[in-house]
């Protein structure tokens, strides 16, 4: 907790601070009295965690990555029908940039002021070094995808905020695999930490991969591209990485930094507040009193409030073979009180169900942002796109999808369309409510043909970006508006 929190933290409690309290500004504090010590170097890096996980509760990463795709629908509470009836426009719009620039800001005051700080161990010093330029990255990489251009900042704000012009999504992606190689030339050695919840080499590969991935189908990087993700991926140390023969145990609490997890965002009970889980489990408002006994069953402890829901049309792309179904999802059935015949009544998420604790469900599961089969799908898609034979990990996932039916459910490589759908739509079932789909429809070019809502607007591709919000763009005079809103 960093001077200032604490501060605060005492006046809410004990209720005793004076109205001319003087607080130091955070800069002051950062630049003099607080970069001293590994202490304050580890408090620094823990608040870059802190800032990155109030992304995840408060949705935004969630609204970016999966809610205008085609894999949500609206549920029983009023909820952000703007996203997946894909109706935002810049007086309406989705989530903005300013938490994302606070992480940022983070990882610069990090880059800025560590190295005048002596380590005992220099190689704990270069972690640190190295988690802020993988954490900048990453969130530069979210906010180019979502919003195109935008400014790069590479310093700390730290007197008169300076306005800054946007800067073209290739410089943006420049320096999002500068920082990418910085990050992995300084980790000092290959291993997941404890928890698997902060950047690691491995999961930096990964991300290498995704970025490169990404460069190369969108923006004309074309088989150089390609062959760096796949290298990146192929550096990675599988042996502390395995699928989890329960699927629905990866996301539980009381499994958290399991061994298919490569990078998470922490939450922790008491410690902080709902994730995205909260918004598509069941209230005790929405009970019918016809539901049968094996629907409570399922329910058990109700809590959130259902505004979303997987939708329909991906709900039945789910085989009932298929283990992952009944754990991204369940499906609730009323009795017909005269014929004793079950109807189906809708769906709530299984996946990030949360905890249940003195009665009440808490929503702090851990949210995943990479797992080993992020290594092994973008791994059959960069193969792919090379050209090679993609079957391997697409079986290693269903082999612990479909069990003792994996010899129903074998993939066999076909044309490089026909893998590319069957890659796609593996990492629909695979990442159902992970916060993916989005960014995967723009990935592989079908967002026109599979999203409902966007079906016919093909020649509107300025909706694959999100609008910038007016109260953003008031701050900073030299930002437009992103074209078409």
Sequence with gaps: MNYIKLIIFICVVQNSCTSNLNLKPISNISSTSFWQTEDDAYGALYGMYDNFRAQAENQNLFYLGEARSDALEASYATGPNKYWDNILDASNPGPDWRG???????????????????????????????????????????????????????????????????????????????????????????????????????????????????????????????????????????????????????????????????????????????????????????????????????????GGSPSYTVSDAVRSKFSLDDQRRDQTFFEMYTKDPNTGESNYHGSFSKKYDGLVDGGVRTFVDDIIIYRYPDLLLLKAEVKNALGLDPSTEINQIRERAYGDRIEEYIFVSGSQEENNQAILEERLLEFTLEGKRWWDLIRFEKVFELVPTLQGKEDQDYLLLFPIPESTLSLNTKINQNPGY
């Design 100 to 302: 994302l620039y606070r992480i940022i800001h983070d990882a610069n005051l990090i880059i800025k002021y560590l190295h005048g700080i002596e380590f005992r161990v220099e190689g704990d010093k270069n972690n640190i070094l190295a988690q802020a330029y993988a954490m900048r990255a990453y969130t530069y990489y979210i906010m180019t995808k979502s919003w195109g251009g935008v400014p790069i900042i590479l310093n700390p704000t730290e007197g008169e905020f300076e306005h800054t012009s946007k800067n073209s999504p290739e410089e943006v992606f420049t320096q999002i695999k500068d920082d990418i190689e910085i990050s992995l030339k300084l980790f000092s050695n290959n291993e997941i930490p404890n928890g698997r919840n902060k950047w690691s080499l491995p999961s930096v590969n990964v991300m290498k991969a995704d970025v490169y991935l990404w460069t190369g189908k969108l923006m004309n990087g074309g088989t150089p591209d390609f062959q760096i993700a796949l290298d990146a991926l192929e550096s990675i140390n599988i042996e502390p990485l395995s699928l989890l023969d329960d699927f629905g145990s990866v996301f539980n609490y009381d499994n958290k930094g399991n061994s298919e997890i490569l990078m998470a965002i922490n939450f922790k009970l008491f410690e902080s507040g709902s994730n995205w889980g909260a918004s598509s489990y069941m209230h005790p408002s929405y009970i019918s009193p016809l539901f049968d006994n094996e629907t409570l069953n399922k329910i058990g402890v109700m």
